[in-house]
């Protein structure tokens, strides 16, 4: 029987090889949002910006490109292991993203990509982000169309293994972040053909 692991076991696993060789395996996850994402967070110069669910770091390096004062957040240690080398001038420690370790209003910008697939109730992070938001702040979240979760296998090993996952209808994601009172300002949805792979979302603390 194939395992189904947590994120933080699965992750682990996949950390040693989540980039990919030439960081292949980014660019596939980077086009699953065809820059939407980058887009929607908009100018972060001088500003303080907490990536939830951050991995290898994926992000991070744009947003230290443009001028951002950079957290990360994982609740895989060999992710948080795997981005801390890549980017020493960011900040980064092990969490759950329904339980951060940051004092009420403590950023301008939120961001979470591929998190809100591994989490039942995705509400519990919203209320998170809202609580460590500044008034006025930004929090844009990506929730992907995954109805079953794939089938992985971690670098040289031969186990084959899940990362327990959860699909979430695009308008209850969007129902959820209003009842935690967040202003909605954006959404795109990015298409495989007909079929949407991706829902990115642009929402403010009012």
Avoid at 20 to 48: H, P, Q, Y
Avoid at 133 to 161: H, M, T, Y
Avoid at 179 to 194: A, L, M, W
Wanted: proline share 2%.
């Amino acid at each position: 029987m194939t395992k189904v692991y947590n994120s933080a076991q699965g992750y682990d696993l996949m950390a040693g090889d989540y980039d990919g060789k030439k960081g292949e395996k980014l660019a596939f996850l980077n086009s699953f949002e065809e820059g939407e994402f980058l887009a929607m967070i908009g100018g972060v110069n001088g500003k303080k910006v907490l990536d939830v669910g951050c991995g290898t770091g994926r992000l991070v390096g744009d947003l230290l490109r443009e001028g951002a004062e950079v957290y990360g957040v994982d609740v895989s240690e060999k992710m948080v292991e795997a981005a801390q080398k890549k980017f020493g001038r960011a900040k980064f420690e092990v969490a759950d993203a329904c339980d951060l370790p940051f004092e009420n209003e403590s950023f301008d910008v939120v961001v979470a990509a591929f998190l809100i697939v591994h989490l039942k109730k995705p509400e519990d992070f919203f209320a998170e982000a809202y609580r460590v938001l500044r008034d006025g702040g930004v929090f844009v979240v990506s929730n992907i169309n995954q109805k079953k979760a794939p089938l992985l296998k971690a670098g040289g090993s031969r186990e084959k293994f899940y990362i327990d996952s959860h699909y979430h209808i695009p308008k209850h994601v969007l129902e959820k972040l209003e009842n935690e009172f967040f202003k909605i300002e954006d959404e795109k949805f990015v298409y495989e053909g007909k079929a949407w792979v991706n829902q990115v979302i642009k929402a403010r603390k009012v």
